[in-house]
């Protein structure tokens, strides 16, 4: 099992994300996502629970911070791919 975070984007400022760039969490089992976002400082409801796509978001320093404690970077084709084959798991048609 391992934990993954892809690369800094900018995104759209708000209430909740005062930040202009972010990163995002995500690992091959929400367990293993708790765990390891417990270990590096994160709240758990910072959680987004999306079916497709449950994950943490990352400021820079907290991105900088799962990197060094371990989890993998990976471009986002690999994350886009990660959905992907969560939706098709969930809809019974598991893509390798």
């Not at 796509?53 to 907290?62: A, C, G, R, W």
Request: some cysteine.
């Amino acid at each position: 099992m391992s934990v993954y975070v892809d690369a800094l984007r900018s995104c759209f400022r708000s209430d909740r994300w005062p930040y202009d760039r972010s990163a995002h969490l995500f690992a091959d089992t929400v367990t293993e996502l708790h765990r390891f976002a417990k270990g590096i400082g994160l709240r758990q409801a910072w959680f987004q629970s999306r079916l497709d796509f449950p994950h943490y978001d990352l400021t820079s320093s907290k991105r900088l911070q799962a990197v060094r404690a371990g989890a993998i970077t990976v471009e986002t084709r690999y994350m886009v791919d990660f959905m992907h084959r969560r939706r098709a798991k969930r809809n019974g048609n598991a893509r390798s």
